[in-house]
């Protein structure tokens, strides 16, 4: 079985050759034209696909989804501005409560100091 596959290989690639007239042996033309016909066909292809996409980004349901892309983003933007705004708000309220709780204390806080002097004595 593998005597057959080998010589089945070697015939394969004898029967794609031909043999040039300095002696040496190429492969035939039929698959380099292929190759160039395909590589045609992809670049037409290419080219059809980038018009198809051109027409589609000019067209008007894409530009009012990209309007509307933009404004959204502009509602976001000033959504998060008030947001920010109530909460600066919010912070320097607190912070001057706590200002506040911090005055009172220094000047209702009284220190009374009491002094005890006790005396032993042994016997």
């Known amino acids: 079985m593998k005597r057959f596959i080998t010589f089945a290989i070697v015939l394969l690639a004898l029967g794609c050759m031909q043999k040039q007239p300095d002696g040496t042996y190429r492969v035939t033309n039929d698959t ?9 066909n992809a670049a037409k292809s290419g080219d059809q696909i980038r018009k198809a996409t051109d027409d589609l980004g000019k067209s008007d349901a894409v530009q009012k989804m990209k309007n509307g892309s933009v404004e959204l983003g502009r509602g976001v933007k000033e959504g998060l501005g008030q947001v920010a ?4 708000e919010g912070l320097q309220k607190v912070g001057k409560k706590a200002e506040d ?3 009172k204390t220094e000047t209702t806080q009284t220190v009374t100091t009491q002094t005890v002097t006790t005396q032993t004595t042994r016997h």
Do not use: F, N, R
């Open 101 to 103: 709780d911090v005055k």
């Open 32 to 40: 380099s034209d292929a190759a160039k016909k395909a590589h045609e």
């Open 85 to 88: 705004q109530k909460a600066g």
